[in-house]
């Protein structure tokens, strides 16, 4: 089986990053191929570098054709959607399994995550998912997403410091690390904070894999059919669809 | 006062219709200046569409810094939380304007637009608004996006058609156009169905003009700040952000 | 164009003041017409003075056939789902106003308003509306609503004290101002605070005439159709309905 | 113990029909006193006749001091907020008190009301309380308020009609009466529906009386306090508070 | 009329403490009759706890084919849902009965309960029953449930200290006691704090008092339909069910 | 690793189904081994047949401490809370995980299952786990449990025809069996109708396997703590807890 985990992002670092998370992750018959967008921003921390993210994700879903299943790797799960759209294969984003997790683990979760302006952009996520009554507590570090990767001890000490908060102030009983960049940090976390930590990008390749597995393919009857083909301008080919897609 | 109201798709003829639209719409002081993105999909009837029409929504708020508010004229508000991180300037997306203009007219309303794979679409926009208690229906009536602007006879009496039975069905009493290209047909529906029917560009200039008015400008608090300047690959010098914005 | 502006109580200091702010929100062309409802409590702090106040504003709809639209003055939007029923035309309460133009300029918004017993009848506004997952914060003050006229100076610092604890502790990134009396104060406290304040009279005003301009009307197909005519006991001939109203 | 029931409306065959349906619902020892407010339209079918009703409503709270709970008997609870406020001694609306009823009898239940137009007013009545999971079918029937007291077989004979389709569709397991003049009709429904029919009079006057044997008072923490002494315009001396209530 | 009131768990002297809220709550024609499982856990204070005691909840229902009306004496209503199939008896949760209770004498209530680890289930509990914009406060005192009778004046302490912060921080106005073992302190606790607090016991009695009285029965339309007769492993005869109930 | 899959009831055939699919679903390295309770209903159709059933799945927990996570297989996931409690292992419900599934592979999806009553208890579960958005459907085909494992012809083709209104009517694109009994007709019925259609038992197997790959274990911060020995009555001794668990 093979699972293309895609970086939201275009940083190499996080690329590296979030592929030690999926090849630590994943089962010995699974092949993880990591990539990382051709275009799109260095990291994603505004709805600017997410919108302008999610064409060079799209792209990743059109290159690879014959993989299995398909990653997103930035919390916020940007264009799964469209992804869905493009393929029959599984995709999943790593916000909704990370959740999907925690809400199996624990009765009240957190998330926690990088930028302060961040905050409505994950409340939103979890509004959409439908899981307010469940995640109790979204805390926001302040972190530059590139320092996830550039600065990983001050990262942990600080994503730490938070966590404790949101144990003694919200009563959370785990936490979703809200950033691909944190991939691997769980455990580390996990010691240190005596509850669940979830590697949103390791809960992803495990999710995907189960899709895989249970031979489910994602569903053509309406919303996710194949975008019809149509004159696109200032894209690359590999963007332009072909008439039945 | 000047509006840059900005088609969502690349199709002249619709930019063409949404320009009429918003002209109408427009008060005696206002100069309302229509454009199409320079990249994108000639319609925007999937998610895929959406989110590759996205990055050229975002380079037209880009390249106006001297206009006085925006308009993006898709129901769905493409893009419309990243324009806002572009600007102090005001953004208004047609479907929000429409909404609101509903709530205010009648106690239960519907939107009705074009491909029935809109459906979750425009479901999970209502939701995300928080207006599920008062959009009580939603119908989807097969017609392209395109042909809103090539066959508009078909397509008033098909939008009537559909339109009846959410009167009789699900008893609204007004209607939201769900599509830039339905721009105009409003009189003409509201003649046919005795009902109030919003042309959802003409709404969104309104309530644009409105905002300029208040001299009210996009919060820079939190969520809205510009976003941080950070490589971008991909992507025209337009969209490269400097340092401060 | 005409818009009725009907102050919710019969205070004449806040009639005045109401005014003021509306013929500053005002265009050009379009006339303001501030009134006082002939019957009522002189400031709204309570449901009881919210009950007793409605039928003077109704009254207020009843008397004036001819103008093009009805603002209601009063932060609860007192009677508007009745004077809806009385008149084609629109009618726009200053609370949904303020919540509409706060949505398209922030994120993350507030309420500050005045007596702490208040408190519920905001946040009932607010879930009623749809907006519980945008306004983060409603704040009272315990000032009277008398005194956001009376003394104004006082009231502006005790705002500013409780807006500043709304955006550090609650991260708002927009204000609404939850009292007609407070109109005019926006400025100020944008200047003080750095964030978008809404006056909610001026609010209510532009999309009165946006409306207008729109040419749309009161849908009459169900739940806003004109009441029917019936005995009625206690109130004066201009509340009395005719058949066919 | 001593239970006003205040009929919302002026119309003396309805008072007389909520009397005979809390006459027979009241425990041995209590006692039911029925009234009317001396102000207000004959029947209450559009929000424009509740707002007038509500001031006659409140002048009945106000007038009997002395008894130990009231009921607000019209489907709706007009003014239950600020009868609260007016008093210690607890305030049941029919609205609530057949709603709990039905939760506690029934997964499934529905609303079936008079007038068309009064759908809305009922779907936010349940919105309000948080009974949207639970109240699967409101059905309106067209009766007027009017012809449930004068024309009591052809009601019973077209709520009959109406709660069919409600069982059959909806799959109700209970039904509420959600009008005052319906009292009386659950026996002869149950009869012919097989389900539980609630006289919302009767299940009102029941948690009244339970209230007061719990010896429990409306809260004056926030926000039921006694409103503020403060001139009033156009009312009675009977709606003018003193200092201190 | 015979109501039974049913302890949750198998602590005698809690159940003697039922019993007393259950005499004193009841009316003179009312014989109560207050048993506990015959097995089950001497407390509930886990999900663990609360699935042991259903069945001996359930077992009291079917010990008991005559009496008039049954109340699930803990709060969380355990096995409420199946106690309903097996009756066509009125059977009413002590839980539901105080929040409505709560809903007509305060806008703003809370749950004051017993363990930590119980604040989850009661969040749920409300959750389940559409009241979370009421509820605006749950504290946990981390008493364990069988002190609320073995240690009394520490117990009535200890909420108090626990209600104070509710008042202050979360501005309730009404208190719900959530534990069958807090019942006969709502008293104290009133004279104390000066809101209304509420002995879910002797509500549920009232409660359960009123359906009697109006002659309800449980709904066999659907959902409460008596359970099909078929093979049950391990568990006593009165368990087992005829054909037809 | 070791899977163990705990039937809800206590039929042998339905046993041995959901055995099959489980084993279908596992991954090579697993093994699964299911059992049946050892007390409870031969199927679970009712909330009496749910709550006699949970007891005998909580022992199973209790008697297999060894293995590396638990499935509860019946749909409704009996009991899942306080099987979380009795362990540090992952426990799966077959319900959750459907629906996880589903979320995955299509935008609306919807339930179907076996008996009419179950309606409400469906629902129930979409709502506490926060899936109303996205769940647009529940079909229930009125085929007893049994029937499931002894008539699958009839079985699969009732549900064929139940599925064909839900993805007329309600759009659904994607279908859980709502089922333990339905295990392994996932194939052929989406053969039939060609959209995904989830055999809840082989998905949360999938989910099992998932979350011991990632070394993940229930949280025992606060909701899920062990629960606190204490005397229980009536139980075997399996079902007692020594101190610390």
Chains 1, 2, 3, 4, 5, 6 share one sequence.
């Not at 260095?42 to 709805?47: A, M, V």
């Not at 302008?52 to 690879?64: N, Q």
């Not at 509004?127 to 507590?137: L, W, Y």
């Not at 489910?216 to 894209?235: C, E, H, R």
Request: hydrophobic letters at 40%.
């Amino acid at each position: 089986m093979q699972i293309k985990v895609i970086n939201g992002n275009t940083f190499a670092a996080m690329t590296k990053g979030i592929d030690e998370s999926a090849q630590a992750a994943r089962s010995p018959m699974t092949e993880i191929i990591t990539t990382q967008p051709r275009s799109g921003p260095q990291s994603i921390e505004s709805y600017y570098d997410e919108y302008l993210a999610i064409p060079g994700i799209l792209e990743e879903i059109r290159l690879s054709p014959d993989v299995d299943a398909f990653v997103i790797a930035c919390w916020g799960d940007p264009g799964v959607e469209a992804a869905r759209e493009l393929t029959t294969k599984p995709v999943v984003g790593i916000a909704e399994a990370s959740m999907y997790v925690a809400n199996m683990l624990a009765a009240r979760w957190g998330v926690i995550t990088t930028q302060h302006r961040s905050l409505h952009m994950v409340l939103q996520t979890i509004h959409k998912t439908g899981f307010t009554h469940r995640c109790v507590s979204v805390r926001t570090t302040g972190i530059p997403v590139v320092e996830t990767e550039t600065a990983r001890s001050q990262t942990v000490d600080r994503l730490e410091a938070e966590a404790r908060k949101a144990i003694a102030t919200d009563r959370v009983e785990a936490l979703c690390l809200g950033c691909a960049g944190m991939g691997g940090l769980d455990k580390d976390l996990e010691q240190r904070l005596g509850i669940p930590v979830i590697d949103s990008v390791a809960a992803a390749v495990k999710l995907a894999e189960a899709l895989v597995s249970l031979q489910k393919y994602t569903s053509k009857a309406l919303t996710y059919q194949f975008p019809a083909a149509k004159p696109i301008l200032g894209y690359s080919p590999s963007m332009q669809l072909d008439q039945g897609a």
